[in-house]
T-cell receptor
Framework: QQKVQQSPESLTVSEGAMASLNCTFSDGTSNNFRWYRQHSAKGLEVLVS????GEKEEGRFTAHLNRANLHVSLHIREPQPSDSAVYLC???????????FGQGTKLSIKP | DPKIIQKPKYLVAVTGSEKILICEQY?????MYWYRQSAKKPLEFMFS???????DNQTASSRFQPQSSKKNHLDLQITALKPDDSATYFCASSPGTPGNTLYFGEGSRLIVV
């Protein structure tokens, strides 16, 4: 059974400083990794999807995947107060449509 | 405009009653899903449908029954409600192929008293 763990549980970063979030997963056959964010009482917004080792950039959001270490990270460049939200790591296994989510990292950006 | 519409947004129900959560998507997708987010738990997969057929069911209880009357609809009927069913229920859709990105609605928050 795939397990997804995120760290830290919460993170406060000053506006303009880099924010880095981590996610580890247990099943090395996973092949799809996505980062979503959830503003309070809202739906989920997909930020970046990554399928192979290395880096994938979408605007200010960059994901890094290292399958050997069972680790995927998200880096947010020049975060703004509007980026304050819960960030969710989601992992899926080849040929399965469902996603397994981590418990989330609550990110707060201080002006 | 939201492309995945969930109704109602908030719902209070009495223990033992039955409710239906509505989901419609206007993205032209062929696959639809239900997920549940309970307090202090990760978002949890419940069901997936593709072309109106059940593909995967991770919900142990038969009290939860998805209903797909049209390709862009996937409602969730919950019977004999319990306080533990209190959660936010999210509907999602994807183009259809496993591995595609899932897009989520804003959720229906259910409180069972």
């Amino acid at each position: 059974q795939q397990k997804v763990q995120q760290s830290p549980e919460s993170l406060t970063v000053s506006e303009g400083a880099m924010a880095s979030l981590n996610c580890t997963f247990s099943d090395g056959t996973s092949n799809n990794f996505r980062w979503y964010r959830q503003h309070s009482a809202k739906g989920l917004e997909v930020l970046v999807s990554i399928f192979s080792d290395g880096e994938k950039e979408e605007g200010r959001f960059t994901a890094h995947l290292n399958r050997a270490n069972l680790h995927v990270s998200l880096h947010i460049r020049e975060p703004q107060p509007s980026d304050s939200a819960v960030y969710l790591c989601a992992v899926s296994i080849y040929n399965q449509g469902k996603l397994i989510f981590g418990q989330g990292t609550k990110l707060s950006i201080k002006p | 405009d939201p492309k995945i519409i969930q109704k109602p947004k908030y719902l209070v129900a009495v223990t033992g009653s039955e409710k239906i959560l509505i989901c419609e998507q206007y993205l032209g997708h062929n696959a639809m899903y239900w997920y549940r987010q309970s307090a202090k738990k990760p978002l949890e997969f419940m069901f997936s449908y593709s072309y109106q057929k059940l593909m995967d069911n991770q919900t142990a209880s038969s009290r939860f029954q998805p209903q797909s009357s049209k390709k862009n609809h996937l409602d969730l009927q919950i019977t004999a409600l319990k306080p533990d069913d209190s959660a936010t229920y999210f509907c999602a859709s994807s183009p259809g192929t496993p591995g595609n990105t899932l897009y989520f609605g804003e959720g229906s928050r259910l409180i069972v008293v």
